[in-house]
């Protein structure tokens, strides 16, 4: 048996601010050890990473979590690794994003089965450089024939009050820096100069202009931001000799890194011809069609809660978007309100409730 609480106090003291791991994954390895899974340990780097397993033949369900958090800030009225709890609030670094979720589905998945088999896959690595974490356990687990039919992400999706949201999908995530260079020169005699921001600006209007989509049933409309445009020049009588623009997109399942790299060169060879382009994509967007294991969450959320949850693809990308790649995923944790915010914290009543529902829903998929 493992209790939600006691294990989430614990792993919240272990001051895990990425990529430290500070025991977390030892403490919740010889938890989950103590209750009959096999844990194969899986450090890639300097990340600790394991996958832990229970069960056999038939239906294979998955849970993932990070152990890693973000650093606590300086404002904290509590310890932010102490743990503590008063008047029925659990307080602490992690608390719903997302160590209170994996005590809740590590203690749901020690429930006993009767047959099918429970995997959980444990990085330390997801709010920082996301390189030496799920995406090498993944390779892991595929090469290993261990990847699950069907896998649920702790992170804190609900809203307002317990159940209200999950998400299905997420949107794709592209940053892009484009330089025009031209040739400096004073401002007075612009004949014998070469402005790139006469070139740059109109391309990054057109940009801003254009409409990427209108969205669809399941997401909101792409969206381009413009972060930055600088030519480090701080004189007012000399033409700078190059210019940059910083921008990144939030996008679709209408778009992928692909078309939309074809769309930015296409602009900019209209406006800014010979202006670099550099792209860099942290994630493709996913979405899980809504299908027999998402109307089971949704179902056993309804039953535990009484409320249907939102379907969601919005907010900033996961872990999930890896997942996406080898099986359905769907993504159902804590509210998040207090995530990355100081005086993270969750009710008591929540941990317990989530419990309730990722072990009502282990039994029904493993049924
Ligand atoms: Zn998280």
């Known amino acids: 048996m493992i209790h939600p609480l006691p294990l989430a106090q614990a792993l919240i003291r272990c001051a895990s601010v990425t990529p430290e791991d500070a025991g977390a994954q030892i403490l919740l390895a010889g938890a989950l050890e103590s209750a009959g899974f096999s844990v194969t340990h899986l450090p890639f780097g300097n990340i600790h990473n394991f996958y832990a397993e229970r069960g056999g033949e038939g239906p294979h369900l998955g849970f993932a979590g990070h152990t890693d958090v973000v650093p606590p800030g300086q404002n904290w009225r509590k310890n932010p690794f102490g743990g503590d709890v008063e008047n029925g609030i659990l307080y602490g670094r992690g608390a719903c994003d997302m160590k209170g979720a994996i005590a809740a589905f590590a203690a749901a998945a020690a429930s006993p089965t009767r047959h099918g088999k429970i995997s959980l896959l444990i990085t330390g690595d997801e709010e920082g450089e996301a390189r030496n974490g799920t995406t090498k356990l993944l390779d892991w687990m595929a090469e290993n024939n261990k990847i699950p039919d069907f896998c649920v992400v702790g992170e804190p999706t609900s809203r307002a009050t317990l159940g ?74 000399v033409i700078p000799a190059q210019a940059t623009a910083l ?13 939309l790299s074809d769309w930015l060169t296409e602009i900019l060879a209209a406006h800014a011809p010979h202006a670099d382009l550099k792209i860099s994509c942290s994630g493709e967007a996913f979405l899980t069609k809504p299908g027999a294991a998402v109307n089971l969450l949704m179902d056993t959320i309804a039953r535990e809660t009484g409320l249907t949850a939102e379907q969601n693809t919005g907010g900033g990308t996961s872990d999930a978007r890896f997942i996406a790649r080898h099986c359905p995923v769907a993504e159902f944790g804590l509210v998040g309100a207090t995530m990355h915010q100081e005086g993270e914290c969750v009710p008591l009543a929540d941990l317990q409730n989530l419990t309730n529902i990722y072990q009502k829903f282990i039994e029904s998929f493993l049924a």
């Open 164 to 237: 209200d949201v999950i998400k299905i999908g997420r949107r794709g995530s592209l940053s892009a820096t484009i330089t025009a260079t031209g040739r400096q020169g004073h401002v007075a005699y612009p004949h014998l100069a070469d402005n790139p921001l006469h070139r740059l600006i109109p391309a990054l209007a057109a940009l801003t202009a254009a409409k990427l989509d209108d969205g669809n049933e399941f997401f909101e409309p792409s969206s381009l931001q413009l972060t930055s445009v600088d030519t480090g020049n701080p004189a007012r009588n």
């Open 247 to 259: 921008l990144n997109i939030r996008f679709n399942n209408h778009h992928t890194e692909a078309s």
